[in-house]
């Protein structure tokens, strides 16, 4: 079956250190895409892509890095410079087409030891 | 810029009918979309308008008016498992990205 996973499902962040979080789709999409959610708030757009080794700043990309090597994969780094990261992180996928959804992965919650 | 607006909770009991209302403001329309999310799941699409009027799916049901820039969802014959937050989303035209509300928690009692 197709899908999107997201791996790890909780990942723990020391202060000062780097983290990764793993998406990757077997829905042969073009479009994928990283939010971030809080607690009783809405998803927020962190970085998205549209095409491989492409990708946009979404609305708050500070202290996030991504990459798209592969059409695959997408996966997001929370760095340091990432004061508050403690929140639930999901990665979609979509084709173009504007009445196609966006499918999501599981998530992946991230915590500040 | 781009921005929804939807209430932010909703209660309801067994069996009933609600209505969850979103409004949008936006630069170019493209369509508004309903996704469901469980506490502590993933959202799941639930519904897409990109004309006029009301389309059914089951128990659920969506409406659009590009006029009035409003849509809502309406779910019928409540069930406890829909318990979730609703969110209404709009599609950016210019960058393919999905602009969501900030979500409706529905809590159906017994």
């Known amino acids: 079956d197709g899908g999107i996973t997201q791996s790890p499902k909780y990942l723990f962040r020391k202060e000062g250190q780097n983290v990764t979080l793993s998406c990757e789709q077997n829905l042969n999409h073009d479009a994928m895409y990283w939010y971030r959610q809080d607690p009783g708030q809405g998803l927020r757009l962190i970085y998205y892509?549209?095409?491989?080794?492409?990708?946009q700043k979404g609305d708050i990309a500070e202290g996030y890095s991504v990459s798209r090597e592969k059409k695959e994969s997408f996966p997001l780094t929370v760095t340091s410079a990432q004061k508050n990261p403690t929140a639930f992180y999901l990665c979609?996928?979509?084709?173009?087409?504007?009445?196609?959804?966006?499918?999501f992965g599981d998530g992946t919650r991230l915590s500040i030891l | 810029g781009q921005s929804l607006e939807q209430p932010s909770e909703v209660t309801a009991v067994e069996g009933a009918i609600v209505q969850i209302n979103c409004t949008y403001q936006?630069?170019?329309?493209?369509?508004l979309s309903w996704y469901q999310q469980h506490d502590g799941g993933a959202p799941t699409f639930l519904s897409y308008n990109a004309l006029d009027g009301l389309e059914e799916t089951g128990r659920f049901s969506s409406f659009l008016s590009r006029s009035d820039s409003y849509g809502y969802l309406l779910l019928q014959e409540l069930q406890m498992k829909d318990s979730a937050s609703y969110f209404c989303a709009v599609r950016d035209g210019a960058t393919n990205k999905l602009i969501f509300g900030t979500g409706t928690l529905l809590a159906v009692q017994p």
């Open positions: 979609a996928s979509s084709t173009a087409r504007e009445d196609q959804p966006q499918h």
């Open positions: 892509s549209q095409i491989v080794n492409d990708f």
């Open positions: 936006t630069s170019g329309f493209y369509g």
